[in-house]
């Protein structure tokens, strides 16, 4: 089983977490340097950098800017027969190229890229040209990585000159016009999903209210049932009691009778006695 190729990856206060899962995911054994001097030579080095709309949406642009504008002097320093470089625009990414480069760094680039760049919208175009006002060398700076040998020609497209026309476009009065009516539509379709959230709650709480209430009815008919067993329950013992009731009058009855009889016999028998001694 082959190692995995190892490739050197220097990017300060840039995102490549893209750049760095394809390249894991295609089996390379990526290695951040931090520090130039840190470079490891023999070992393949890609050199990150991207456009002033790509700078501007990392967490700290500012740095990012200045790490471009800080690449394109280190450059100078590097020995291609040392150490096999290249740039890679963020912007621009072409995945094939840049694998075939990391395998073979030393042949001639493949077949043409299709270079797409990304169109920012209305305010990220206008934090690029920001980006470009307090970072003035930062366009020069750009276009000479684009320029540089060892960049957009081993894509096999041209450099990325227009790059301020795409800002300067997204950023237009008719687009700035349209980005607004969108804002406006965005904002209407949230008032009305609030007030639809708004009727949902207020019938959930109702279905909720009703729910509770017919727990509370089902506890009421669960205890009228219990207390209407025990009705029948006493029901039954009560016309229990009255059969023995009825029972035990009759046999008061037949014994009173009997009492009775015994009475009027009893006088009789006293008569009798009464004239058999006179």
């Not at 991207?50 to 320093?77: H, N, R, T, W, Y």
């Not at 470089?85 to 990391?102: A, D, E, K, Q």
């Not at 030393?106 to 307090?134: H, M, S, T």
């Amino acid at each position: 089983m082959t190692s995995p190729v190892a490739i050197q990856l220097w990017a300060p206060s840039l995102d490549v977490e893209l750049l760095r899962s394809g390249l894991s995911a295609a089996g390379f054994e990526v290695f951040d340097v931090k520090y130039f001097r840190e470079i490891s030579p023999g070992l393949p080095l890609l050199l990150p950098y991207a456009d002033p709309f790509v700078l501007g949406l990392q967490e700290e642009c500012d740095k990012a800017a200045m790490a471009c504008c800080e690449l394109i002097a280190l450059l100078a320093s590097l020995d291609t027969s040392l150490v096999p470089f290249r740039l890679v625009n963020l912007t621009c990414i072409h995945v094939p190229s840049i694998v075939g480069w990391c395998i073979q760094p030393y042949d001639p680039p493949g077949q043409e890229a299709i270079a797409v760049f990304p169109q920012p919208d209305p305010l990220q175009a206008f934090l690029a040209l920001e980006l470009l006002k307090r970072h003035p060398s930062l366009a020069t700076v750009y276009i000479a990585l684009e320029e540089h040998p060892l960049s957009c020609s081993l894509d096999c497209r041209l450099p990325d000159s227009l790059f301020l026309d795409r800002y300067l476009t997204a950023c237009s009065w008719d687009s700035l016009l349209k980005a607004r009516a969108e804002q406006a539509a965005f904002e209407r379709e949230l008032r009305e999903l609030a007030l639809k959230l708004g009727v949902c709650e207020t019938q959930q709480l109702t279905i909720q209210l009703q729910t509770e209430q017919l727990q509370d009815l089902g506890s009421r008919l669960e205890a009228l049932n219990v207390l209407r067993d025990s009705c029948i329950q006493n029901s039954l013992v009560i016309q229990s009691q009255q059969d023995d009731l009825e029972v035990l009058c009759r046999r008061l009855a037949v014994l009173e009778d009997l009492i009775s009889r015994a009475s009027h016999s009893s006088e009789a028998i006293q008569y009798c006695f009464a004239q058999l001694l006179a």
